[in-house]
């Protein structure tokens, strides 16, 4: 099954992550006992972002940065898993390096199952 984990983050933490979590990470992706990463990426900052709007039969646009954003989507990963209970442990293990390596970083996951597709796979 596949899975979408939103990686929620305070964007004006300021810090780079600490090159002990990047390595950490690198590691936890390369171990696929739980999930296997389909990809990653990592998103630029709201200041440079636009919103697409519709609002009463009306399309908006409007230019980051976007006053009440304080936690954001920083990042994502699209991984597969054989079960929940799997995608559960993968992404608390993702979540247990940003407690243990930048503790002062407040980090809140989402993790949605992937039940459709515009696309073929």
Known sequence: MRYLVLIHVNENAGD????????AMFAHVADESHAKVITDAGLAP?????????????VL???GPFA???EVVGGFMLID????EDA???TRGFVDLH???WPDLEVVTELRQI????TED
């Open 88 to 90: 559960v442990e993968w």
């Open 115 to 118: 039940v459709g597709s515009l």
């Open 99 to 101: 407690a243990e390596h």
């Open 46 to 58: 709201t200041s440079v972002a636009t919103r697409i709007t519709s609002q009463g039969g009306q």
């Open 68 to 70: 009440e954003a304080k």
């Open 16 to 23: 780079e992550p600490p090159a002990s979590l990047m390595d």
């Open 81 to 84: 898993a054989p079960t929940s």
């Open 61 to 63: 646009l409007t230019d």
